[in-house]
């Protein structure tokens, strides 16, 4: 499942020249690239540079290559990549030649090559791709935004039959291949000063991604009406308008719909380029909600094709959270040894180092710490002394009572959320969707427990250690966890319940022993069965979880009907 999110480069330009700083007024991005052929997902590969377009040499061309390409203009991917002009051979200049790329960079000119025009290449030797074009979208959900104050349809129709205009907008591609035309009233303009629209205004003229002309007039009416339908398809180009000409409100409201895009593609572009966007247009709260889901589905992200593509912010952003669900430490650390070896001389010393220091070397089992002292790593040999004491200050967590260990900074002994086998356990059948109750007399009647069955496939018992150190790892606590669906089972056990389904997780055993010293602070994961899709991570309060409905959530519930249940046990120390 794809999404297609468009990388939006907009670039405004008029009589006046304040609109953007300086960095966003290049007559054309340097380093852009564009395909020509017959469909807008595939062609020959063009770049721009130093005032004029190019192509590129096939030398070397390959998938890799095709993929930087791709994610460059806003595809998920490439499909193929072409060689010997199948698409036609271009003229000019010929900018690059014995491309190098990863894979993971984020523009073609970030690759390594030759140099610009340094080539012995004709155009019979230009480079294509096809790109994945990314348009099966499963959700089309629509929401209205409304910040009217009056006089809006009559605005609207204003807009709508442009009588008395006396401003033109030229919306132009990048590429100058398309152009739309609309004609405005200054008047309107004006109440948005980010614009800068004075009375000697006469035209305005936008470069816009041609994937988003169809959105350019609906969000023009809306600077009359303050009205707007926004869909998941349309959000991020309404969402990238709005930036450009300031206006802050829509900024905001469409940003809501991001919410809805961020569990739908489970090949997690998307996730990443949202991030990214984010970071460009300073929406901190965007940033953080794609940061959230990608940590509940960290061990997801990991195994994906995308995770060599994530950038070192967002790397640094995630290894700095607590809500990560992993393995275990040891598997993030593994994970970005990888990560690191794949991005090779992209990154410095300096950043390697700082991602390592985020590794909670605290927290990997004693017996895996020993194992790694034999390692030969990327990361141990860049960085060996730093990598030794993180292994050193392991040691001192398992062998040394806490009160020793306090001048460690707290996130190094504070658990990210470990679904080990020894932690957690998981309950595989959704019985929301196969038990059958309903509600009589102000009670809901559990039919599937009144038969007798039904009750054991939600409830099981199962123990962990009391804590991950040494001192207490062989100390073991039980647990029961189980899901309530009515009330009457509630009543049954002597608890209050006020909403359903219901999670609980209590402890038997030795767990007061540790009361004084081991907190425990568990979690419930919430992950959609056919699609491995965490939707949901919720905390226990008095050993009890409510399971959110979609009004509740941050994030909409993907499969409502088909998810399973997995409870984690977190203990800290006090």
Partial sequence: MYLLWPLLFLHVSAARLNLFDDGLKQAKQEGRVRLVGDQP????????HDGQWGTVCDDDWDMAEAQVVCRQLGFPGAKLFTLG????????KIWLDDMKCQGSESSLSECSFKGWGVTDCSHKEDAGVVCETGTNITSNRQFSVDNSLGLSDDLGLLFDSGDGCDFRIKVKDDSEESELTFCVHRMILMFYPELNI?????????????????????????????????????????????????VKKLMEDVGRAFTLLIPEDNTFQTQVSMFEYGVRTGDLVLQENVLQYLSWNCEFLISSPVWSSVSFHMMDALLQRSDLVVKDEAFLLEALERWIQDKGDELSSDQQASLLNHIRFLLIPVDRLYEMQFSSSVLRRNHEKLYLTGLLRGFQFNALPFSKIRNNTISEYLPRIYTGDEWSVIFNATTVKNSRYEYRNGYNIDYNYNRGYGQNNRMQSFSTPAHPSALYREQKVFWQAQVILSRQECSNYGISCYSFPVARIIASGNQNMYTSIIRYSNRLILTCKNENNVFQVQDFKNSMAVIPNNSSMGLPNPCPDDYSFRFVVRPEYI
């Fill in 198 to 246: 004075t009375d000697n205004s006469r035209n305005l003229t936008v470069d816009v991604s041609q994937t988003c002309h169809p959105h350019v007039s609906a969000f023009l009416r809306y600077l009359y009406t303050r009205k707007i339908d926004v869909s998941v398809t349309s959000a991020q180009c309404l969402h990238q308008l709005a930036f450009t000409f300031g």
């Fill in 85 to 92: 002009g199948r698409y036609g051979e271009g003229s000019g």
């Fill in 41 to 48: 997902s595939s062609g020959r590969v063009e770049i721009y």
